[in-house]
């Protein structure tokens, strides 16, 4: 069953499950991509009720926007609404050095190389990926304004921001939605960002919803990781155990609704009044079917302070 919600103070009319790309970032954070899998999976979305999707050049320095490009092609472009992220420069070609760009210049070019990737005449939602120290917010917001007086992008917002970042850059612009981490074993958010977002109506999505897969139960902790997690502590000796312990005691909760682990950490992030949409990372069709049934459904009070206590 899906679940829609207006972003924010945009007009953009999203699905309250996202499905996130970094997954398509080829040899960069992931090992391997099956390309295959992933163009089941989008197909599955679409039919699953899921029309949002989120992506960034950086993923793959650009492999997973072409890859999401190729797949949603002939895709009538209502049926879907798509986020993309700038700020990773890198200076020659895939795979070089990269350094942090929010100038004016630089993302007016990229978001026209985005677009070409994607094979696309406008991005919905263009957000600002990470902070930049080295350019004036009014700059970054000037180069944002054209590109929507262009018609290349239709809002913006950012990612990877603290309060006062957003608010530095709401200064100058409108900037609409704010993407920051946040599952249930990291709720840094809570304290400053998430009031703030609801006191100006920013739309939040929310990335490492389920802590790269910690919080689906499928881990028993004695599991070794050659991927992006190998670098992570929440995947690291007795941590990692714990964790995982952790997150078992969500399973008679989630049985007693008919739910999986996975489908519970989801609604219960959806709960949050901050929260519009949660992204959840993809890998094959099974992934986002189990991920929308976190849709279309309500946790009690009782059950989402249970689950908080749960994972004390």
Request: charged letters at 25%; proline letters at 3%.
């Amino acid at each position: 069953m899906t679940e829609m919600v207006t972003l924010g103070r945009t007009d953009l009319k999203v699905s309250r499950i996202c499905f996130g790309c970094w997954q398509m970032a080829r040899n960069q954070f992931w090992p391997t991509v099956d390309e295959q899998a992933m163009n089941a999976a989008v197909h599955r979305a679409l039919d699953a009720g899921v029309n949002f999707f989120d992506t960034a050049d950086a993923y793959g320095d650009g492999f997973a926007e072409e890859l999401l490009g190729r797949i949603l092609k002939g895709v009538p472009r209502d049926r879907f609404i798509l986020a993309d992220k700038v700020y990773h420069h890198w200076l020659g070609g895939p795979g070089s050095p990269r350094v942090g760009d929010l100038s004016y210049d630089y993302l007016v070019w990229e978001c026209e190389q985005s677009l070409r990737r994607l094979g696309l005449e406008h991005i919905d939602l263009y957000l600002a990926h990470t902070f930049d120290v080295m350019t004036h917010p009014q700059e970054t917001t000037r180069a944002f304004d054209k590109l929507k007086k262009d018609g290349k992008i239709r809002f913006y917002g950012v990612s990877n921001f603290n309060a006062e970042q957003l608010r530095s850059f709401r200064a100058f612009g409108s900037y609409d939605t704010l993407q920051p981490r946040y599952n249930l074993l990291d709720r840094e958010a809570e304290g400053e960002l998430f009031p703030y977002c609801m006191a100006n109506r920013i739309g939040v999505m929310t990335y490492s919803s389920l802590q790269y897969g910690l919080l689906t139960g499928k881990f028993k902790g004695n599991e070794v990781f050659e991927d992006v997690r190998a670098n992570s502590p929440f995947f690291k000796g007795d941590e990692f155990i714990k964790n995982v312990e952790k997150v078992n005691r969500l399973r008679p909760i989630a049985q007693g609704l008919g739910k999986t682990i996975t489908q519970l950490s989801l609604r219960a992030i959806l709960e949050h009044p901050a929260v519009s949409c949660a992204i959840a990372g993809i890998k094959n069709a099974g992934h986002i079917e189990e991920a929308a049934g976190a849709m279309g459904w309500r946790l009690s009070r009782e059950d989402y302070y249970a689950i908080r206590a749960t994972l004390a």
